[in-house]
């Protein structure tokens, strides 16, 4: 007798914890991301969504897509791949969905015209500052996507940036963890570029 009270029990609280746990993931709607694709000169690109991956389940979730934005999407890690409609070249990574709706920019580097988007520079820049022993450094970052690099600044305030993307671009100076200012530049550029810290800041 006691053995069936306690199947029983077992039985209730089972479904009680299955119950609790449908309604939340039925009413769930599903996460959104949108993405953006933009040359170096900030140009929009159009492009399709050819899959959009959950790499441990195996689920392509590519059809939930509509131009640059998917819906209905489950929260986790996916690997997506854009093709851009004007060259046929494909962008791949992988993006986290962890927000209801997320932003995802990509910076596709040249112009849509370079059919190979290559066009690596290497530029010299020149940081004239007056004052001995300020260890300087900068952050060259693309003004229309992620790509980022950071270098010191040697003793004479000469830096060379190699490998970077045509397009724009800012430079910011730093002195040891202060910020010191921002330039703006668009390459190629005539080399060295030169960043004067002698004058007044705005």
């Keep these: 007798m006691h053995s069936i009270k306690?199947?029983?029990?077992?039985?209730?609280f089972v479904a009680q914890c299955c119950g609790c746990a449908a309604p939340e993931d039925q009413a769930s709607p599903g996460y959104t991301i949108e993405f953006r694709?933009?040359?170096?000169?900030?140009?929009?690109?159009?492009?399709?969504?050819?899959?959009?991956?959950?790499?441990?389940?195996?689920k392509d979730f590519a059809t939930h897509c509509r131009q640059s934005t998917c819906e209905g999407i489950p929260k986790g890690v996916y690997e997506y791949?854009?093709?851009?409609?004007?060259?046929?070249?494909?962008?791949?990574?992988?993006?986290?969905?962890?927000?209801e709706r997320k932003f995802l920019v990509l910076d596709?580097?040249?112009s849509a015209g370079d059919a190979g988007d290559t066009g690596h520079v290497a530029t010299e820049v020149r940081v004239l500052y007056t004052g001995q022993g300020k260890r300087?450094?900068?952050?060259?970052?693309?003004?229309?996507?992620?790509?980022?690099?950071?270098?010191?600044?040697?003793?004479?305030g000469r830096f060379t940036i190699n490998g970077t993307l045509r397009g724009k671009f800012l430079i910011s100076v730093f002195e040891d963890d202060r910020y010191v200012t921002t330039q703006a530049v668009e390459?190629?550029?005539?080399?060295?570029i030169q960043i004067d810290l002698r004058k007044p800041l705005p």
């Design 6 to 12: 306690r199947l029983t029990f077992m039985l209730v």
């Design 37 to 58: 694709v933009l040359t170096s000169y900030g140009e929009s690109l159009p492009f399709t969504v050819e899959t959009l991956v959950d790499p441990y389940f195996h």
């Design 81 to 99: 791949s854009l093709m851009l409609s004007v060259n046929g070249r494909r962008l791949r990574d992988r993006v986290a969905i962890l927000s």
């Design 108 to 110: 596709a580097g040249p």
């Design 136 to 156: 300087l450094w900068v952050n060259v970052r693309s003004m229309y996507g992620a790509s980022s690099q950071q270098i010191k600044v040697d003793g004479a």
């Design 187 to 192: 390459f190629p550029a005539r080399s060295p």
